[in-house]
């Protein structure tokens, strides 16, 4: 048997009370947590477990998503007559202008979240 040589080598044991155990699982889950040992390090170390809420990006996903689906209408329209109106070249300026805005914020909104 091979011995798996690991960078953690100390272990530490702790016995917990049914009632202190549901209280951590309670805890675990509400941080979004799976692995208790990767949480348990977390909580030594820092003090505290971050939650992290994707809910912002995934409707920064959505929107980029409807930017791209009306970009590629217009690739199509192009593909297809062979030229562009100007107010179509204006219109993929105002949807990747806005795409940056939507961007910017929900970086700037997540990071003072986490500062």
Do not use: C, H, W
């Amino acid at each position: 048997m091979d011995i798996v040589k690991r960078e953690r080598y100390v272990q530490k044991i702790i016995r917990l009370t049914p009632t202190e155990n549901n209280y951590i699982k309670n805890k675990m889950d509400n941080a979004g947590r799976k692995n208790f040992n990767a949480f348990a390090l977390e909580m030594l170390i820092q003090g505290q477990v971050n939650i992290v809420d994707f809910k912002s990006l995934s409707d920064l996903k959505i929107a980029i998503d409807r930017v791209g689906k009306n970009i590629n209408q217009i690739a199509k329209k192009v593909n297809e007559t062979g030229d562009v109106s100007k107010s179509d070249i204006d219109e993929t300026k105002k949807l990747l202008k806005e795409i940056e805005t939507v961007v910017y914020q929900t970086i700037q909104t997540e990071y003072k979240k986490y500062k």
